[in-house]
């Protein structure tokens, strides 16, 4: 796990200079060590985060010489054994014990094809010496982050997008587009748009491959179909079904094993980091360390989930931590969180993992994770309605925008809305996938809103302080097996229903059977006092001002009542238009 950069000039030399500046601003992403290496019109950048292979010789950018290839490398490739040994069986000779070799020495026995039999989490850079040809990959659910640039000769990728800010030359305009998506689908911008004009990011499972001359082509090598089965899927039973998931489960847990230093869980309290507890415990995995957090409460409205995060801990006699967070310790942190985005986040879930990640990574450097649950087990609450959905576009935008276009009338600046450019969005997507409503709207949720919310949350902020997180619940195979199991066993009895079967035979049933919750963070659902002063000072900054971004008069309103605007989900809208703009502030755009 680290951050990568480079930068690929079709005539002259790269910039050092600003690729430094863009390497230096991803230290948090690597603490560990650093390197540059520089031939010819390509540079690679690396800030390590060691957890294989903690030896000199894991170092990046990592040369093989005998290869002819170079590569940056971002992530964590767990069947690195057994690729190791299939290509060992080949004759191929290791110079290092960990993955980023094996990546190498798959290229050059595989091609860019290489990229559909590594399991785990990925962006790299890929150089080859001889043709000056580069292959950029991300992985297949996009959990580790590739963005970049473009300037008059020249190509500049990084893990961040403030990084790439700070090695100047970015076109920092707002995409009205990218806007549109950010206020209806939760912050989610799809790729391969940011909320930048200047900056891009590379869509999951995708390739991206740059000739010397500058000529380019994607491929995508991996896809998924919700609703599609194998002709045997129609005579399992739902027994069969639950099995089918405890053991892809099982063995996505013990996969994200694979490390040279202790490995803990950030544990809700809910099912799905629950299931982590459990599945590792029936590994036999040693002194497994838990950690939650909890904040204050306002009003009725609790802030931590310690009741149930106990009960895991003492059931499987976990080392666990409760981490209790101050309103005020919030507060004091929401600047630092903004700062550590790499695009604009509205969750209120994002100051918390920031804080949690700051006391875990004080303790462990990897974490499992339970992310990716929800969408690919159908646990959120509207997805049984979608079982009869008549106008599944309709029903969707009803149900996940957070802002209509109606809506976004009357709060951006005229010349910044353009056309209903994210109903457009979900009308293609279902036109584009077949089958049933349901499925339609678990694909959709999966392979776009997933990726650019609560995955690229989790890796942001524990990145911030140099924390791995790695998410069973995203490994392809579970994903895989998912997107087969009918609709109706996934999203009935309140969503989850087969992972909650499944998760019967490990995790204590008072667990199983709690009511849905969230990673509460009350202050900025609800903001008041302290809160709402931050709000506005954010909107009534100069700089907000001038840039124009919204509509006075509706801020004003939703300033003087700042729980009148809530979305459909319950969440502050005024939050919303906040953060944008706080988070343009902060990364001096």
């Known amino acids: ?8 000039r079709h005539s002259g030399q790269p910039a050092l200079a600003a690729l430094g500046r863009v390497n230096d ?10 390197g540059l290496y520089v031939q010819g019109g390509i540079a690679l950048g690396h800030r390590r985060l060691s957890i294989l292979d903690l030896s000199s010789a894991a170092q990046q950018p990592m040369i093989d010489a005998a290869l002819g290839l170079g590569i940056a490398f971002n992530g964590c490739i767990y069947n690195f054994r057994e690729l190791r040994a299939e290509l060992q069986a080949k004759g191929y000779r290791f110079f290092s014990d960990g993955d980023t070799e094996v990546i190498l020495k798959a290229y050059h026995a595989w091609g860019r094809s290489c990229v559909q039999r590594f399991k785990g989490m990925f962006a790299f850079a890929l150089w080859e010496r001889d043709s000056g040809r580069v292959v950029l990959a991300r992985d297949r659910l996009g959990i580790k982050p590739l963005y970049y640039t473009e300037g008059p000769g020249f190509f500049r990728f990084a893990s961040s997008l403030p990084a790439l800010l700070a090695g100047g030359d970015v076109d920092t ?5 990218a806007l549109h998506h950010y206020f209806s689908f939760h912050a989610a911008v799809p790729a391969p748009r940011t909320i930048l004009n200047g900056v891009k990011k590379l869509e999951p499972a995708t390739l991206l491959t740059i000739e010397p001359d500058g000529t380019r082509r994607t491929e995508r090598y991996w896809r998924f179909h919700v609703g599609e089965q194998r002709p045997t899927d ?3 039973s739902h027994e069969e079904w639950s099995d089918a998931v405890l053991d892809a489960m099982t063995a996505a847990v013990d996969r994200r094993r694979v490390a040279d230093v202790p490995v803990g869980v950030l544990l809700s309290g809910g099912l799905d980091s629950s299931l982590l507890v459990a599945l590792l415990s029936k590994l036999g995995h040693e002194d497994i360390r838990t950690f939650s957090i909890g904040f204050d409460a306002v009003g009725e409205h609790s802030g931590d989930e310690f009741r149930y995060s106990d009960i895991i801990a003492r059931t499987f006699g976990t080392n666990h931590e409760q981490i209790r967070i101050g309103g005020d310790r919030a507060l004091e942190a929401l600047p630092k969180a903004i700062a550590a985005m790499s695009e604009p986040m509205v969750s209120h879930d ?10 875990v990574a004080k303790r462990v450097k990897v974490v499992q994770s339970g992310q990716g649950a929800d969408e690919v087990f159908g646990g959120y609450s509207w ?14 935008q009803n149900a996940y925008f957070d802002w209509k276009h109606s809506d976004l009338q009357r709060l951006l600046a005229p010349d910044l809305l353009g056309e209903d450019s994210s109903i457009d969005l979900v009308e293609r997507f279902f036109a584009d996938h077949g089958g049933a409503a349901v499925d339609k709207v678990l694909q959709i949720d999966t392979e776009i809103m997933m990726v650019d919310d ?3 949350r989790v890796d942001n902020m524990t990145m911030a302080f140099g924390l791995e997180a790695r998410v069973p619940f995203l490994d392809h195979e579970v994903v895989e097996l998912a997107a087969r199991i009918p609709a109706e066993l996934k999203v009935k009895n309140g969503g989850k229903h087969i992972l909650k079967e499944a998760a019967r035979r490990c995790v204590p049933a008072e667990v199983i059977d709690r009511p849905k919750g969230y990673f509460p963070v009350p202050s900025l659902r609800y903001l008041r006092g302290p809160f709402l002063d931050y709000v506005r000072d954010v909107l009534g900054d100069e700089k907000a001002r001038t840039r124009g971004l ?16 809530m979305s459909p989900k319950g969440h502050s809208r005024l939050w919303q238009a906040a953060l944008l703009e706080a988070w343009l502030q902060t990364h001096g755009i």
């Open 173 to 177: 305009s707002l995409d009205r587009t």
């Open 383 to 396: 997805y049984p309605g979608f079982l009869s959905a008549n106008d599944p576009v309709q029903q969707y």
């Open 25 to 34: 601003a991803m230290q948090a992403r690597g603490p560990d060590a650093a």
């Open 454 to 456: 609560p995955v690229k």
């Open 234 to 236: 129609r005579a399992m």
């Open 550 to 565: 919204y509509q006075r008069d509706f801020i004003d309103h939703m300033l003087q009542n700042p729980e009148a605007e």
């Open 350 to 359: 994002t100051v918390a993992f920031y804080l949690l990640s700051s006391e």
């Open 1 to 8: 796990m680290c951050g990568i950069c480079g930068e690929i």
